[in-house]
Structures are given as C-alpha cells and as structure tokens.
C-alpha cells in the first residue's frame, strides 16, 4: 500500500474535517461537578462533546458506545485483537487575555483558534477522520479499530478508570495528545496538597494582616493570577509603593485597589502547563514572595516565609529535598497550581510533582513527610500516577517510526515527556503528536490554536498508522 496517498485522502475530506473540528471546538466541555447530573456525571459541557463524538460516529457508520456518561468508543473493523486510539474532549478553563472567543475556533493566519485546538480536540478530530479514511478506503485489517473518548483528562481520569472496569484493553495503542515524532516515556504525576496546621499560639496584633490570598485553579496549570485582601493598621501607603517597586522589579503586570477599608493586591503572571513551570510565570509565587516580606501576623507569616522558602525560584525540588533526574526522562518538576490562605483556616498549596520514570514516589512522599513533621504543614489529596514507559524495540514503536519518518521525510526520535497522556493508560501505549518538531506548544495557555496545515498532516499520519497497526495480526 506504499502507493497510497494518504494526504490526498485527507485533502479530499478538508472542509468537513474543519467544520467538525469547528463544531467540537464550540462546545464548552469543561469539568463542572456543581451542576452534575446522573446523565452529566462531570456536567454539561463535557457530557455534549461525548455526545457529539458518538453522534458523529454513528453518522458515519462507526458503532457507538456510550460507557456511564464518563467515556465513550467508537469502533470499526473485525479482528480478535484490538487497536485503541485514545482522545479526550475535556478542556482547561480558557482563562483571561484572549484575542478572540476561546470557543469561537476563528480562523486566522491559517490557524484554527480555541481552547483545546491542540489539547485535545483537533487532535481528537485527526485522529476521527483518519480512522474515516481508513474505513471508507475499504483497507483489510486484521484487527478491530476503536478510538476510546474520555471526559475527565485534565482532572482525575475518572473516565479511563472507569471505562477500563467495564470494557476490554486494547492490544496495543497509542494516544494523539502530545508531540511527535513519538513519545515513549512519561513520567509520573503525583497531585497533592500541603495544608497548613491549626496554630494554637495567641496571635500578636501586627501592622499587615492576611485576609485572604488566592491564585490558581488546577495542579498542573501555572496560575496566571493572583490576589491578596490585606488589612492594614499602619502606613498602607508604604506597603503600595513597597508592592509597585517589587512588581516592577520583576517585570510583572500588576493592579490595587481599596475596597471597604482593606487593601486588594493582584498580580498577573503567565500561564502554562504544569509539567514545566518555567514555561510560564507564577504569579502566587511572586505575590506569595512579597507577602513574605512584610511584617505579617503569625500564622500568616509562617504560611508565606513556607511557600518563599520551598518554592520560590524553585520548580526542581532542590529546596524540599526530593531534585531527581535520569537519561530517560529528565529532571522531577514541581508545579504549585492552587494556592490559598484564608486568617480562619489557614493556607494551602496544591501542586503537581512529575517525576523520572526511575524515580520512586513512595521515597520522595517518605522525604516530603518527614521535612513537614517540623514544619507546621501536612500532605492531604495525595494521588498517584505511575510513570510510563515501552521498549524502542516493540512492534508498536517500530512501526509508528516507520509511519513517521515515510510522511515527513525526518527522523523519528523517541522523547520523553513530563505530562501525562491517555497512553499510560495501555499496557502498551504511547503519545503520538500532533505537535510537530519546532512548533510552539501554546496547550492551556491564552489563544491556544493549530495550524491547519497540521491538523491534515496528522490525519494523514493517524490514517497510515491505523492501517499499519491493524493490518497484522
């Protein structure tokens, strides 16, 4: 079948792949427990780009299969063994600063823009239309094809969790929610909190009290926002001008004002994925970083002088003990999403910590609880994902390389990654693109986009791999 133009088959299927992806893109699929129902486990949003998926599917003669409203398949073809192609349709919150409406997937510049254009959604509809193409050429496979849709991605995975209890494990398979060329090792992702303990000592009256300090809303985004509610006894304007000269000082857009007596700070930083924070600009850290400096109340003091001295300037771990790194997969990154501190209940710090596929977790929480024994923090909401990796020699890896390296004409290098995707869900499994070599990864940040010219190469690429894979027993 070398003789198959399989970007043609693509170029044939343009305009609809563009209007789908379009119309996934338009719907807000954002986790919202709130107004969850029976039939929207994790809300509305998510629970109609699961329905789109599968009412698309079914348009085109795929069979659907809706798996308690969490996840999703689509499936083609006949075959004892089966090929998964892993998506998600969930998206982070879009955030402040766009040029255009996150979910208006506008057209510019040969790009298509929206909140998860690259993660996950046209990669998604990529990897749809190449499983069309497949079908519609009629090709002879000898294993059945089924791409897997999950809900919950960006949180908890409670869609995998779940559809993997009741559905069977694909033989092999790989998840377009990454990079290519191919990605074959990811590390692994613990998610917790550090709380901060109930203080028992009286609190001195002091000049700068804490009411309140916030910033960011999930583990692994860089927050790009944070505020403070200050009470202040004395000289507030001393601590405005102290706040101008720092923000300026660190090149970062800022804002204050006075409300009710009290005094709002906010900051503003960069967004950007958690698994490598110096791709972004942490604004709770920098906020947290001034606040240390004042002469704040007790348990306030203690809660920022923490978060100064564990992690600011800091995303490698060296400072708490745990900095770790191997050939495989690089250094162990720590990324402080959630931050807050209320004068009632004290502060906390949500982060996600990716670390090597060499790496034991259960050593780095051992050096973790014992350095918070003496610190006055403890470890809540810890979560565990195991790190992933499979063998350059198996079939799965030598054939994508084959796939890879036959439409692009490059190389197809293996590369290791801090995020977690889909594929470490598989027993064997790997992230396969759409990122290309040498474009900017703009996922969870502001105008995030795909060119369009990507979107078509990865279908094509997706089309032949899903023939390769499938077309021996």
Not at 15 to 35: F, G, M, P, V, W
Not at 65 to 76: D, P, Q, Y
Not at 274 to 284: H, L, V, W, Y
Request: glycine residues 8%; negative net charge; aromatic residues 10%.
């Amino acid at each position: 079948m070398a003789q198959l133009n399989w970007l043609s088959e693509v170029e044939k299927r343009k305009e609809a792949l563009i209007k789908d992806t379009q119309d996934l893109l338009h719907i807000r699929s954002l986790l919202d427990e709130e107004n969850a129902t029976d039939d929207a486990p994790l809300g509305k949003g998510v629970k109609e780009a699961l329905d789109f998926m599968l009412q698309l599917g079914e348009r085109d003669g795929f069979t659907p299969k809706n798996v308690g409203n969490l996840a999703g398949h689509l499936e083609f073809g006949e075959g004892k063994e089966l090929l998964g192609i892993l998506c998600h349709v969930d998206v982070v919150p879009e955030g402040d600063g766009w040029s255009s409406d996150p979910y208006g997937a506008e057209i510019r510049d040969g790009k298509i823009f929206a909140r998860g254009a690259l993660d996950d959604k046209g990669p998604t509809m990529a990897a749809y239309y190449a499983m069309k193409i497949v079908k519609e050429l009629g090709l002879p496979l000898k294993k059945r094809v089924r791409m897997i849709i999950g809900t919950d991605e960006e949180s908890n995975w409670r869609c995998v969790d779940h559809y993997f209890k009741h559905e069977e494990m694909p033989t092999l398979g790989f998840a377009p929610d990454a990079d290519f060329p191919i990605i074959n090792a990811e590390k692994g992702i613990a998610d917790f909190d550090f709380v901060q303990k109930k203080m028992l000592q009286d609190i001195p009256v002091t000049n700068v009290v804490v009411v309140s300090f916030v910033s960011g809303k999930r583990y692994n985004m860089v927050p790009d926002h944070a505020k403070a509610t200050l009470l202040i006894k004395d000289n507030q304007d001393d601590v405005v001008q102290q706040f101008e000269d720092f923000m300026k000082q660190h090149e970062l857009e800022h804002d204050y004002h006075i409300e009710n007596g009290e005094l709002i700070l906010e900051v503003k930083g960069i967004s950007a994925h958690g698994m490598e924070p110096k791709n972004g600009t942490n604004a709770g850290l920098f906020l947290g970083e001034f606040l240390s400096n004042l002469g704040l109340d007790a348990k306030a003091a203690h809660y920022f002088q923490f978060v100064s001295d564990y992690f600011f300037n800091d995303s490698r771990g060296v400072n708490l003990g745990v900095a770790y790194s191997d050939d495989i997969s690089g250094e162990l990154t720590i990324n402080p999403g959630k931050l807050s501190y209320t004068k009632d209940s004290g502060g906390r710090i949500g982060m996600t910590c990716r670390y090597p596929v060499t790496n034991k977790m259960e050593a780095t929480k051992t050096k973790l609880d014992d350095l918070l024994l003496n610190k006055g923090f403890e470890i809540e909401n810890f979560s565990d994902s195991k790190p992933h990796h499979v063998d350059e020699k198996e079939f799965l890896i030598q054939t994508l390389k084959k796939v890879y390296e036959e439409q692009t004409g490059e190389k197809a290098e293996l590369i290791a990654i801090g995020g977690g995707t889909y594929a470490r869900s598989l027993k064997a499994g790997v992230a396969f693109g759409p990122l290309f070599p040498g474009r900017p990864d703009i996922a969870h940040q502001k105008d995030e986009y795909m060119y369009i010219e990507d979107l078509l190469r990865a279908t094509a690429i997706y089309a032949q791999a899903i023939y390769e894979l499938a077309q021996n027993e």
